[in-house]
């Protein structure tokens, strides 16, 4: 039996559980997630354990490439964190205006669009802040890496983040560049922002002070067998579907996209356009969202799930 894990890495469904057989479960009853780790031997099929490590309240932080890597990725743990009711903003590094195949698109046009359906889906997801960085789509790295670690340290600071979401920079076979440096740039933010001689300048600014980011969540576009944890998100996965497509100019690029590749590989039109078409994709869409949601789910008797590297920021000592 195959299954397929995200965009196309086939595997069988026994490889699937192998990979994945030191996985916990993240619940989502109560306030606070319950985590859990257990090996393939005494794999429960939900868990509930440990509450955050925070006692605070968990502000989070997503920090992405582009606005919509996350409601892709995680739409459906930020509604669940939302539903739960903690406070979870958004950074995009870039400024997506790359994402076209439209005839007469520019930069500047798909930058005001991007900006428009970032908001309308946060609107959906319940986001507290939308922050855009504005750095080229497509060419972050191009860009002076110490210039994107200090704005994203600036806003950890200024929204006392507790808890950082990204890419994982380590995560295999992303070969995206814009991923790549907006989650190290991201990962070394969180990691320095408590140390105040790192740029003393943002302490200028009323009620910001230095901040210890204590838990870390990584997603990736092959997320396994690095994964930790895998997050039910059966309850919330309509809305991450619902904010998705806000992102009207994305859901036509995928169209375009599917198009393009069907012509690229010598496919008539006329083999495709019965199931795939103008009026039905976005349709599409979220059957897609939902098969892979399905996927991930499956080896834990949970419907839809998402699936992250989790890392908690403890001292070493004392
Ligand atoms: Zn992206």
Redesign the pocket.
Known sequence: MKTTSRKGLTMTRRDFINKTSSVGVVTGVGSRFAISSYSRADQPQQTALPRSVSRAPLRILVI???AD?MEYNIGGTVAKWVAEGHEVFRAAVTDSARGSFEAGMTVEKLAKIGIHEAEAAARVLGLKGNFFLGFPDGMTRLADEAVVREKLMQLIRRLKANVVVTWDPWARLDD?P??EIASRAAYWASEFAPFPMFHPQHFGEKGVESCFVTERYYFAKHPLPSATHVVDVSDHLERKIQALLKYESQMRLAYDGYVAYQRTIGVPREQWSKQVSDDNYRQLMGEAIRREAAEFGKPYNVRFAEVFRYVRNEPRYP
Do not use: E, I
């Open positions: 992405v490439a582009h890597d995206h814009d991923h």
